[in-house]
């Protein structure tokens, strides 16, 4: 590692949360600095020391809100050579009956943050957005050109008004600050020490933590959400990658804008591959070798039948391809599941 590599302070906020944690180990095994700015809204401290504990040494982190402008001159006393932005609230169903708090802590804070990047003089920025900008796909598999659909849900909206905002921003900062809009498909499973991992606060929303729970014993059996969906089994289809690989794409956008300074793009992240609840439910059986307890239940309100990502611009552009197997995933999951709830 040379020794610019360990001066390269990347701001991950968020970085205590499921996908963050994730990428700021993934970004100290490519040579830069992650500075983990979370209020732990919505994670715990101690995954703090599982980041820690994986990467055998400290990180700097920060308990504040990313939106709080005098809390975060701490972070921006040295330089910061680029911004991960997580931070954000992301239960779709709450966002329904608290549109406020989405649209404050998803948009504000997002808007508060980039200006603040600006005036530190930041030059790359990565933003979490999401599949759902797309909505009911015209067409399968989905790229990035098509057409961005009106959000089924004000959580779907910040994404879509966080990408209209950078954009703007985007142009604003002539060429001075350079942004990648990542829109992750299904993340699933976690690492594979065990050591950090998803962390869903009362009954999960979405279908891999559920799963385990229910194999856990915590929850009395899945529900499948429909199974008179026109596809194949008649269950939906998703696009699950591993939260291992998402983390790599991370380092991968970072590195792609450091190369391309002041470019902005946005890039589908996920395996290419659809997967069906039934077929789900097969691969985490074939990966662990416990029956899944399930039953088939009405249609969930709100979900689309099918999605899965054309993600060849970021295999063309990033050098990025997820690598790990839906099994994998479902076994690191378990492996998470186990050590939460032995
Ligand atoms: P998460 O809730 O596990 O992590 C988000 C973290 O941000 C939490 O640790 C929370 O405490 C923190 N946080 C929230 N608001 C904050 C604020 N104002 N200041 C400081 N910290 C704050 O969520 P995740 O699954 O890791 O998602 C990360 C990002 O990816 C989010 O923007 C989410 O919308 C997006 N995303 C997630 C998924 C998914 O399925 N998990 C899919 C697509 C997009
Ligand atoms: C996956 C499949 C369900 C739970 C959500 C957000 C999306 C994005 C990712 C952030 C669906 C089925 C689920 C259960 C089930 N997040 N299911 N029983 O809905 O694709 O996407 O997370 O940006 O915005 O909407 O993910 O995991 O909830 O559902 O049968 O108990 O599993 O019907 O087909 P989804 P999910």
Redesign the pocket.
């Known amino acids: 590692m040379s020794q610019d590599d360990t001066t390269k302070r990347i701001l991950v906020t968020g970085g205590a949360g499921f996908i963050g944690s994730h990428t700021a180990v993934a970004l100290t095994e490519a040579g830069y600095t992650p500075v983990i700015v979370d209020d732990l809204r919505n994670s715990r401290p101690d995954v703090l020391a599982g980041i820690e504990r994986i990467l055998g040494k400290s990180v700097e982190f920060h308990a504040v809100d990313c939106s709080d402008e005098a809390a975060m001159k701490v972070v921006f006393d040295r330089p910061v050579l680029g911004a991960i932005h997580f931070a954000a609230d992301?239960a779709?169903g709450e966002s329904v009956t608290s549109p406020e708090k989405y649209f404050s802590n998803n948009i504000g804070a997002t808007s508060k943050l980039t200006h603040m990047l600006r005036m530190a003089g930041v030059q790359h920025l990565v933003f979490s957005s999401?599949?759902?900008v797309y909505g009911e796909a015209v067409a399968l598999p989905v790229g990035e050109s098509a057409p961005i659909q009106p959000a089924a849900?004000p959580?779907?909206f910040t994404?879509q008004a966080c990408e209209t905002l950078l954009g703007y921003s985007h142009a604003a900062a002539e060429g001075q600050l350079g942004i990648a809009l990542l829109r992750?498909f299904?993340p699933i499973g976690a690492h594979p020490s065990a050591e950090i991992g998803e962390l869903p606060i009362g009954t999960?929303?979405?279908?891999?933590p559920?799963?385990t729970q229910s194999v856990a014993g915590l929850r009395p059996e899945?529900?499948?959400?429909?199974s008179d969906y026109p596809t194949a089994d008649g269950?939906?289809?998703?696009d699950y990658l591993h939260v291992c690989d998402l983390a790599e794409a991370h380092v991968a956008a970072l590195q792609w804008l450091e190369q391309n300074n002041g470019a902005m793009e946005a890039f589908n992240l996920g395996t290419g591959t659809g997967s069906s609840?039934k077929e789900?439910i097969s691969a985490f059986e074939a990966a662990t070798g416990r029956p899944v307890p399930h039953r088939f239940g009405a249609?969930?309100s709100g979900?689309?039948t099918a999605?899965y990502a054309d993600a060849s611009k970021a295999a063309n552009l990033l050098g990025w391809k997820t690598k790990r197997s839906l099994e994998q995933s479902l076994g690191d999951a378990w492996r998470w599941q186990e050590k939460l709830a032995p």
């Open positions: 992301k779709v999401s599949c759902t849900s959580y779907g994404k992750y299904n999960p929303a979405n279908l891999v559920f799963l899945l529900t499948v959400f429909g269950t939906c289809v998703r609840v789900v249609r969930r979900d689309v999605i």
